[in-house]
């Protein structure tokens, strides 16, 4: 048997064409001699190759025929961007070196600042409710107070500013103003001095606003009230004014709304450039004409000249809620009508004054 | 037996001529080689392919040729008796394209380690679908049939790809008689065979 004859008997039994005696000489072989199982496994996987080639010709050259189909209708010519596909891949890796370098280096900074962790933290610090904090007041009367074995009188522990809201004896000012009230005290001692006990009546943590409610005695209800509120946004610029008792008397602050969102960007303030002190809190931030815009509530402690203030559209959600939800006996009244916007500053001040209180919070009662 | 997870994607593209086939029907239609399924298959999916090759920093040929060689993948791995495709036939066909795009980046040095994605996909191993091993293979063989020329080529073709006798071959290439032309068959064989094993190894 001669090599080409070998071929055509192994040809014929991979092909199962094998019978009888043949077959069964070829099984014998194919065990007893490993180089031939070798050399038939090598020539089927030979054939089995050169036909699976084959088939996938005949594929290709089929899917190729679709395929010049498909792009007769370029069904999806949208898909290519040339421009951009080349501008990516020109540039994208200068791109992302530099934008590599850019993120190393801002983390590079930040970490050697040691600011990565503590960020957070100190941002909430940098601003400072506006609460006069009497603590040495405090300290020197509660020492006198142990002197004097005076201990069951309650001590003003900081003041804050209030506004008339509705005719009838509601105040606004801040929630942490009167957060531990244990009494509070609104006067106004411009033209005549006003004294009233007041109660909180509502507070609200979320907006940082309450509601005090008058609950004095002597209280016979206020004059119609000379300004109302401006609930549309004001305008980057505009000039802004407020009136609070940072000490004993009555202090006038100008400036201008600096941005429409407060400390972080909180969208419940504005950020004026009026310069306030502690005891401004809670006083009222009034537009150029006189309406009302806003109540001041606090300030950055890092940035000179900027405080912030609660947008009036709140205190005006916060009241409808109220009056939606709680009902109060005596309902609160928002003003309707201002009279200040023909008016000269000097006057606006005069006609508001007496309608703007100072707040006498009394802490936690001494034992 | 290949096993893969069951994963359904939403079928956004779809012609009218494949509203007719059902997963199933394609599924038997390419097992048979029926070659109308196969056309269907082939112009539903192109779309997807080609939008994440482009998207991915290919050009058209590249989803061209990476797309028919997962159809391939496809088909070959249908025409196995123990193979089961347990996902739909596009998210099969674009994980291969994926995974094949994937290697082609690698080893071009484009890759920049992210893959924008546009469809679900099963994450293959690297020699799971053995297409390394298959372009190897037919690679050498493509080029050990380019090597021997003609008319070795066509004799050997008709006779182990067409299945013609000896006798029709002879007839058709002008061989005096079959016993010629088996002799000639034979030559072409071994030399292919040497050229292929050259190239295999």
């Known amino acids: 048997m001669n090599l080409q004859q070998r071929y055509e008997w192994i040809e014929s039994y991979l092909k199962g064409n094998l019978e009888g005696d043949s077959l069964l000489q070829f099984q014998e072989k194919l065990q007893n001699e490993p180089l031939f199982a070798e050399e038939v496994e090598q020539h089927r996987f030979f054939l089995e190759t050169l036909n699976q080639h084959a088939e996938r010709e005949r594929l290709k050259a089929q899917m190729n025929v679709f395929h010049k189909d498909l792009e007769k209708h370029k069904a999806w010519v949208f898909y290519k961007h040339p421009i951009v596909q080349t501008f990516w891949k020109k540039h994208f890796p200068t791109m992302a070196v530099a934008a590599s370098v850019a993120i190393l280096t801002a983390i590079g900074v930040l970490w050697n600042a040691r600011n990565l962790n503590n960020l957070e933290n100190q941002q909430i610090t940098y601003f400072q409710s506006l609460k006069k904090d009497l603590d040495a007041v405090k300290k020197r009367q509660s020492s006198l107070e142990e002197q004097n074995e005076k201990q069951d009188e309650p001590v003003v522990d900081h003041t804050a500013t209030a506004f008339v809201i509705s005719q009838n004896g509601y105040l606004l000012t801040n929630y942490h103003a009167v957060k531990d009230a244990t009494a509070i005290y609104a006067e106004a001692k411009q033209d005549s001095v006003q004294r009233y006990k007041a109660v909180v009546f509502y507070k609200d943590e979320q907006r940082d606003l309450a509601i005090l409610q008058i609950t004095d005695t002597q209280f016979k209800g206020f004059n119609t009230l000379p300004y109302t509120f401006r609930y549309d946004p004001v305008d980057l610029g505009e000039e802004v004014f407020t009136l609070a008792y940072p000490r004993e008397d009555l202090v006038y602050g100008k400036g201008e709304v600096a941005s429409r969102t407060g400390f972080e960007g909180d969208s419940l303030e504005y950020q004026v450039s009026i310069p306030v002190n502690p005891g401004n809190s809670g006083g009222p931030l009034l537009d150029d004409k006189g309406f009302l815009v806003g109540i001041i509530n606090r300030k950055h402690t890092k940035q000179e000249g900027a405080a912030f203030a609660i947008k009036a559209k709140y205190i005006k959600a916060l009241v409808d809620s109220l009056e939606a939800h709680q009902k109060p006996e005596k309902p609160i009244i928002l003003p309707k009508q201002s009279r200040l916007f023909t008016m000269k500053r000097p006057q606006q001040i005069k006609a508001i004054q007496n309608y703007i209180f100072e707040l006498k919070v009394y802490g936690k009662e001494k034992k | ?201």
């Open chain 2, 1 to 201: 037996m290949a096993k893969f997870l069951l994963q359904s994607t939403p079928k956004s593209f779809m012609s009218h001529q494949a509203l007719q086939y059902s997963e199933t029907d394609i599924i038997a239609g390419l097992r048979q080689g029926d070659s109308k399924v196969l056309e269907i298959v082939y112009k539903q999916h192109y779309p997807t392919i080609l939008h994440f090759i482009i998207q991915n920093n290919g050009t058209d040929q590249d989803a061209k040729d990476l797309y028919q060689e997962a159809i391939l993948v496809l088909y070959e791995k249908l025409k196995q008796e123990n193979f089961l495709l347990t996902c739909q036939i596009k998210t099969f066909v674009y994980s291969v394209c994926r995974r094949l795009w994937l290697k082609r980046l690698r080893e071009k040095g484009r890759y920049y380690g992210k893959i924008e994605d546009f469809e679900s996909f099963i994450p293959f191993e690297e020699d799971e679908l053995n297409v390394e091993e298959g372009e190897h293979k037919y690679g050498a063989m493509a080029q050990a049939l380019d090597m021997i020329g003609e008319p070795c080529r066509t004799l050997l073709k008709d006779f182990y790809i067409e299945n013609l006798s000896m006798q029709d071959i002879s007839e058709k290439m002008g061989y005096t008689n079959a016993d010629n032309a088996k002799n000639q068959k034979y030559k072409c064989l071994m030399r292919l065979k040497k050229l292929f094993f050259e190239k295999y190894k």
